[in-house]
């Protein structure tokens, strides 16, 4: 069983940032690749970035690529996401999502809203 838990979302501006955090529980966290997804009102789910096991590979969305960046910190079991340049389109429940050998684990997400 893999707990997560995000940390980081708000309001904030158009133009503004955020860094979002997703604390893991496990001790095989360095074995999970890691992703960001995000859930608009009225909308599907949406994949926002991965990140591999080394944090030496990373995919982005066309719609956040240049804007935002994935990373990873195995020794403090948690994956972040840098977000610049936030457009009110970015507004959204965050989740983080660990795949693991046995299958894949979601948090329960943070709010972020960005004002026009």
């Known amino acids: 069983q893999v707990q997560l838990v995000e940390s980081g979302g708000g309001l904030v501006q158009a133009g503004g940032s955020l860094r979002l955090s997703c604390a893991a529980s496990?001790?095989?966290?360095?074995?999970?690749?890691m992703r960001w997804f995000r859930q608009a009102p009225g909308k599907e789910r949406e994949f926002v970035a991965s990140i591999s096991w080394s944090g030496g590979s990373t995919y982005y969305s066309d719609s956040v690529k240049g804007r935002f960046t994935i990373s990873r910190d195995n020794a403090k079991n948690t994956v972040y996401l840098q977000m610049n340049s936030l457009k009110p389109e970015d507004t959204a429940v965050y989740c983080c999502?660990?795949?693991?050998?046995?299958?894949?684990?979601w948090g329960q997400g943070t709010q972020v809203t960005v004002s026009s």
């Open positions: 999502a660990a795949q693991t050998k046995v299958g894949t684990y």
């Open positions: 496990g001790r095989t966290f360095s074995s999970y690749v």
